[in-house]
């Protein structure tokens, strides 16, 4: 039987108790570590496994329902997320998706192991595809393109921008004594 007192108690604050509030509550040392279970983010088959209540996964299933819509274990739990405890309702981050993802690639499941490669392999065709166009629609980017049209014009943008960058072929170009434009060369 798994029990979640340390883990929990250790990675929270010390001001709340999980026993004293489990009694306040009236729940029963299976509720109690069921509702712990909960809070690390297990849903109720598992929760109701970790807890120590036995039976096929059909009933084990029933019980989780069961202890879950608990007056005294919601009342516990509502308790609990009010100090700051269980799982966040708040939406993650791409780096802790990829923590995640990883965590199942590498785990024992072969077939969570396989979804998880797949959808890493994807997020990152993704994120690869979104730096390129990103490339492509920064100042240097855009730059490169209006040259492989208009060299000149391109080589006027970046001066007027005070951009650092010349085109390819620049070396031809000069500035014109009279005017101070920026002029092909004709050697």
Known sequence: MLHVD?????????SFNFDEAADLCGLSNLQRDFA?????????????????????DEQLRGAGYKAYNSP?????????????????DEPGDATELKHILWKHARGDDKN???RAAEVLHRIEKE??????D????SPLGI??????????LAMKM????????????????????ECGQLTLSAN
């Open 36 to 56: 712990k279970a909960i809070l690390r983010g297990a849903n109720r088959t598992q929760a109701a496994r970790a807890a120590g209540y036995s039976g096929t």
């Open 6 to 14: 340390t883990e929990l108690e250790q990675n929270n604050a010390p």
């Open 72 to 88: 005294k274990v919601q009342s516990f739990l509502a308790l609990a997320k009010q100090e700051g405890y269980g799982v966040s």
């Open 158 to 177: 970046a001066e007027e921008q005070n951009i650092n960058w010349k085109p390819e072929g620049w070396e031809k170009m000069r500035r014109c004594s």
């Open 143 to 152: 730059l490169e393109r209006i040259a492989q049209l208009d060299p000149l």
């Open 127 to 132: 994120e690869a595809a979104k730096e390129n």
């Open 134 to 137: 990103l490339e492509e629609d």
């Open 112 to 114: 969570h192991a396989i």
